[in-house]
């Protein structure tokens, strides 16, 4: 079979399209015919060789498909021959034409979820899910600032919060992102690349700041998130590529909260729960993923520089 194989860490041109040995599956694990893979920007970090997490070489990348389960090994329960899945992590690797998953890998995908769009919640919905409702303990009635809800992370947060009860106020930095957040809930939607989100969130919440708020680039925005957070309000850290310098003041003087978080820490436990709340946000119809760009597997190259430029409007799959 068909998949992308990384030999050297690098830039996208380590992305290879190879013939690789047919998969079998051993006890309590399924073989997947993947029918859409999801691009996470961990995946380039990952692929650079300068994150912490480095796999032994060489390697499939991916986390996130979704696909039909072809063959499972002993011991599988949940799952038979012909279902229709999605996968959040496998354990051979999701760009490629088939991924080897454990049974406990493995979700039931919906009808009215395109296979792209199941390609499009393993990461992103699950690290939605942790930092609002794990992290900062969302509740009924709050705001939450989703400060860059346009990507595959922030959109799910838009949806989930607004679900749960929330008053949401979202940023993109572009017009169609802007319209695309407001479409998928945001009450309120701002730009990113202006100065004046802060004045802005101050004006939406009668002066009080954003109860919680999720920052997909800290590097940036974490001083000013702190500006516009309200008393005892939670910022959680999801997204982060460089450093900055804050002034803890303005968290002490708000009795502000900053959390942070990475996936891949979560328990066994605690992705059991997360991802049987995710199973439920699809099938009521509150997890809505949206597809930016589809790309064949054999452009993987491409898809990790789409993923990484500005512009977002939902999420970036390979079809294999
Ligand atoms: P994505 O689909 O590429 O989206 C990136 C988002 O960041 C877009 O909404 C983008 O908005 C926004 N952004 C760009 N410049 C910004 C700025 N100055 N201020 C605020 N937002 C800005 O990526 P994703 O999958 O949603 O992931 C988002 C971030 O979280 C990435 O850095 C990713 O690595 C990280 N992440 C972390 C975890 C974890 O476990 N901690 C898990 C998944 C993802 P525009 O394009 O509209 O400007």
Do not use: W
Not at 3 to 27: M, N, S
Not at 186 to 207: C, N, Y
């Amino acid at each position: 079979m068909k998949a992308i194989r990384i030999h050297q860490f690098g830039g996208p041109e380590v992305l290879k399209l190879e013939e690789v040995p047919d998969l079998y599956p051993g006890e309590r694990q399924a073989v997947v015919k993947i029918h859409a893979v999801g691009v996470n920007p961990f995946d380039t970090y990952i692929r650079t060789g300068t994150y912490a997490l480095k796999p032994q070489l060489p390697y499939t990348p991916g986390a996130d498909a979704a696909g039909v389960v072809t063959e499972t090994g002993p011991g599988v329960k949940q799952f038979k021959v012909g279902d229709r899945v999605y996968v959040a992590g496998t354990i051979s690797g999701a760009y490629a034409k088939f991924a080897l998953c454990q049974e406990s890998q493995v979700h039931p995908l919906p009808k009215n979820t395109s296979f792209p769009q199941g390609a499009a919640i393993g990461v992103p919905y699950a690290t939605a899910y942790r930092a609002l409702f794990d992290k900062a303990q969302s509740l009924p009635g709050e705001t939450v600032l989703v400060h860059g809800a346009s990507g595959g992370v922030g959109l799910a947060a838009v949806q989930l919060a607004r679900a749960h009860g929330m008053t949401v106020i979202g940023t993109a930095g572009t017009e169609r992102g802007k319209t695309l957040v407001s479409e998928q809930g945001a009450h309120h939607v701002l730009d990113h690349t202006q100065g004046d989100v802060p004045e802005q969130v101050k004006k939406f919440t009668a002066d009080r700041g954003a109860d919680v708020i999720l920052e997909m680039l800290a590097n940036k925005n974490l001083g000013k998130d702190l500006s516009m957070v309200a008393l005892r309000g939670r910022i959680v850290v999801v997204g982060n590529r460089g450093t900055i310098e804050i002034n803890p003041r303005d968290a002490m003087s708000r009795d502000a909260t900053i959390l942070a978080m990475t996936l891949f820490n979560l328990s066994d436990a605690d992705r059991a729960r997360v991802y049987a709340a995710l199973d439920a946000a699809l099938e009521s119809g509150v997890a809505r993923p949206v597809i930016a760009k589809e790309f064949p597997l054999a452009e993987a190259a491409k898809a990790h520089e789409e993923v990484m430029k500005p512009g977002s409007y939902g999420k970036i799959v390979l079809i294999p």
